[in-house]
Each structure stands twice: as C-alpha cells, then as structure tokens.
C-alpha cells in the first residue's frame, strides 16, 4: 500500500463532530449502567439460590412428616429422610425437631417436624447481607397414623 493510500483511510475510519459525539456518549453511558446491571444480574442469582434452599427445606420437612405420621415410624427414620432429600440438593448441614417425640405416641397424635438450615448452605460466591443473617426454617405437621 502506498503512503497515500494509507493517510486516506485513516481519515476516513477517524469519527469528527456529532458521530464522535454519540460515541462518546454511548461509552459514558455504558460505564454508567454496567455496575448496576451487574448487581442486577448478581442479585437475581443470589435470590433464587435463597428460594431454591426454602423450597429444598419444605419439601424436606413434608418429607420428614410423611415418614414419621406413618404407623411405626421412627424418629430415625424421619432423620434419615430428610437428610436423604437435602443432600440429593447439595445440602450437607441441618438441623431437624420432632414434636412429640414419636417414641409410643397415639394414632390422631399431630407430629409436627421442623427442619432448619444455615445460611452458608446458600453456596453462593457473592453473599448478600440479607440472606447471610438468617437461618432458614420450615416446619409441617401431620397426624399420626
């Protein structure tokens, strides 16, 4: 390529008045919005991994309760249930109640069990301060068979 032709084409790709103009513009706006769409994206995340553990901790607890409102169900039974069902989603540590204790109870008894989970268990790289603070806790209830 001559030195001519080189000279002409880079005034032709060079942008002067409003085209440079909206450019910039575009850039600056740009800048500006691309923090708060990251923080969108982040936190839509960061709240369906929060829905996604209360809905493992319900169906967990309804568990739990199927096993223990069963004729002969045992406390261990009801443990090893729910412990089935949260480590099947990637939940390692909990903490369950069972009221009554199911040892000799009545059939007609209501058997009410209660699952708790920590807030690390979100397993989410980005903690949000809202969900880091709270234990996550559901109960069911169901009447012995």
């Not at 001559?2 to 008045?17: A, D, F, N, P, V």
């Not at 575009?26 to 553990?53: H, K, Q, S, Y």
């Not at 708790?116 to 949000?128: D, K, M, N, R, Y």
């Amino acid at each position: 390529m001559s030195k001519l032709t080189i000279q002409r084409t880079r005034k032709l790709t060079r942008l002067r008045g409003p085209a440079a103009n909206r450019a910039a513009a575009a850039v600056v706006e740009f800048a500006v919005m691309l923090p708060v769409m990251i923080l969108l994206v982040f936190g839509a995340i960061e709240m369906a991994n929060g829905i996604f553990l209360k809905q493992a901790i319900s169906v967990s607890a309804y568990e739990g309760a199927r096993a223990g409102a069963r004729s002969g169900g045992t406390e261990a039974e009801v443990t090893s249930r729910i412990s089935e069902v949260l480590t099947s989603r990637g939940i390692d540590s909990q903490t369950v109640t069972i009221t009554p204790s199911l040892a000799g109870i009545a059939r007609g008894t209501k058997v009410t069990v209660t699952v708790s989970v920590p807030p690390s268990e979100l397993g989410t790289a980005i903690p949000l301060a809202f969900l880091r603070t709270k234990t996550f806790t559901r109960s069911v209830s169901m009447v012995r068979q």
